[in-house]
């Protein structure tokens, strides 16, 4: 059974930088487009970032967009969120997330979109400070 483990998360003053890791286990992990997504205290969970399979595209919110880096490693099965510049509205719980099995073309055009994720982690916690 897969199962995604992020970690990383913590306490941050505003301006701080934070790396969150999220590990696959199973030997599937480079098939499949990755996400990360985030939910703050009384809000819905929102998109943060994506990366396709191979690494040729990444994808972000505009709320993150020139601060946070995704990457991923599929030698070491595990996804990354680079997190520089942070604000105290970027406080909540980071998810990472696989995608359901479909073509780069359709993840293309549908990554945002929690329904295109079938499997995700169980949370890391991210506060940042002003």
């Known amino acids: 059974q897969v199962h995604l483990v992020e970690s990383g998360g913590g306490l941050v003053q505003a301006g701080g930088s934070l790396r969150l890791s999220c590990a696959a286990s199973?030997?599937?992990?480079?098939?499949?487009?990755m996400g990360w997504f985030r939910q703050a205290p009384g809000k819905e969970r929102e998109f943060v970032a994506a990366?396709?399979?191979?690494?040729?595209?990444?994808y972000y919110a505009d709320s993150v967009k020139g601060r946070f880096t995704i990457s991923r490693d599929n030698a070491e099965n595990t996804v990354y969120l680079q997190m520089n510049s942070l604000k105290p509205e970027d406080t909540a719980v980071y998810y990472c997330?696989?995608?359901?099995?479909?073509?780069?073309?359709?993840?293309?055009?549908?990554?945002?979109?929690?329904?295109?994720?079938?499997?995700w982690g169980q949370g890391t916690q991210v506060t940042v400070s002003s």
């Open positions: 199973g030997r599937t992990f480079s098939s499949y487009c």
């Open positions: 990366i396709t399979w191979s690494a040729d595209s990444t």
């Open positions: 997330a696989r995608s359901s099995a479909m073509s780069t073309y359709v993840y293309r055009r549908n990554y945002h979109q929690l329904a295109s994720y079938d499997l």
